[in-house]
């Protein structure tokens, strides 16, 4: 199975900066998308920003400009720049990537355990 972990949560001032790492690791084979959601109490999981293995990116309209997604594929890591941060910028955020792997049948889905990030005024 693989497995999705993730690095660089906390606690931050508004304004400031914080940077997310994900790194895959076990069979695979290979990835054709990692990205990172976020999910704040009460509210419906959201796409933040995305990348693909050519290196096509995608962002919420909410964090343009202040946001920027890289990955490094020899590495299986995805980053994630976080800039000017407000605190409505303030969720857990999550690791997700489309990966093929032993044991599956086409892509799948995986999941990172989910780090913290909050953004104080």
């Known amino acids: 199975q693989v497995q999705l972990v993730e690095s660089g949560g906390g606690l931050v001032q508004a304004g400031g900066s914080l940077r997310l790492s994900c790194a895959a690791s076990?069979?695979?084979?290979?990835?054709?998308?990692m990205g990172w959601y976020r999910q704040a109490p009460g509210n419906e999981r959201e796409l933040v920003a995305a990348?693909?293995?050519?290196?096509?990116?995608n962002f919420a309209d909410s964090v343009k400009g202040r946001f920027t997604i890289s990955a490094d594929n020899a590495k299986n890591t995805v980053y994630l720049q976080m800039n000017s941060l407000k605190p409505e910028d303030t969720a857990v955020y999550y690791c997700?990537?489309?990966?093929?792997?032993?044991?599956?049948?086409?892509?799948?889905?995986?999941w990172g355990q989910g780090t913290q990030v909050t953004v104080s005024s």
């Open positions: 997700n990537a489309q990966i093929i792997s032993k044991g599956y049948r086409g892509q799948h889905d995986f």
């Open positions: 990348i693909t293995s050519g290196g096509v990116t």
């Open positions: 076990g069979t695979i084979f290979s990835i054709n998308t």
